[in-house]
T-cell receptor
């Protein structure tokens, strides 16, 4: 069965701190896809990244970076020098034409 | 492109009433899905479709029906609303890339449903 676990439900940091959001997945598929989405307080779902199981390279996009490790079935998300605008709920998800979501991590960044 | 649109944005129902949540996409995507979001539960898949005329159940299908007669539309029907169906409902669409991989889901803005 597909399963995604985000162990920490809430994280609170002070602006400019680095923060890592954990994601552990379970799958029996040899080919699979992993995603991160952001849900700001306004409620919409914003796509951040897609990674397939063949590509274990880490990715960096500005202050955001992702670490994909098949050996530990993890796909962690790090925000460097966090900002108040990063406050949101972040979801990790896997699968294909329909997604299997983790329960989300609520990040609060305070000034 | 309007992307994925959902109507209505808000709805209040009484227990036992029926209604249809509308979802439409103008991106010619094969895949469409319905999710519900409840506090602390993340998003859970209700039903999905891999093409016109093809639908299947997700994790929490009970109390909901879907059909997909066209590529563009994927309505979600609540047959007899219950308070447990109070939630935020998101519709999404996606497509298979030319390389064969699954792409990201494009989400609608959501429908906030309250069942009294």
């Amino acid at each position: 069965a597909q399963k995604v676990t985000q162990a920490r439900t809430e994280i609170s940091v002070v602006e400019k701190e680095d923060v890592t959001l954990d994601c552990v997945y379970e799958t029996r598929d040899t080919t699979y896809y992993l995603f991160w989405y952001k849900q700001p307080p306004s409620g919409e779902l914003v796509f951040l990244i897609r990674r397939n199981s063949f590509d274990e390279q880490n990715e960096i996009s500005g202050r955001y970076s992702w670490n994909f490790q098949k050996s530990t079935s993890s796909f962690n998300f790090t925000i460097t020098a966090s900002q108040v605008v990063d406050s949101a709920v972040y979801f990790c998800a896997n699968s294909g034409y329909a997604l299997n979501f983790g329960k989300g991590t609520s990040l609060l960044v305070t000034p | 492109n309007a992307g994925v649109t959902q109507t209505p944005k808000f709805q209040v129902l009484k227990t036992g009433q029926s209604m249809t949540l509308q979802c439409a996409q103008d991106m010619n995507h094969e895949y469409m899905s319905w999710y519900r979001q409840d506090p602390g539960m993340g998003l859970r898949l209700i039903h999905y479709s891999v093409g016109a005329g093809i639908t299947d159940q997700g994790e929490v299908p009970n109390g909901y029906n879907v059909s997909r007669s066209t590529t563009e539309d994927f309505p979600l029907r609540l047959l007899s609303a219950a308070p447990s169906q109070t939630s935020v409902y998101f519709c999404a669409s996606s497509y298979l890339s030319t390389s064969g991989g699954y792409n990201e889901q494009f989400f609608g803005p959501g429908t906030r449903l309250t069942v009294l």
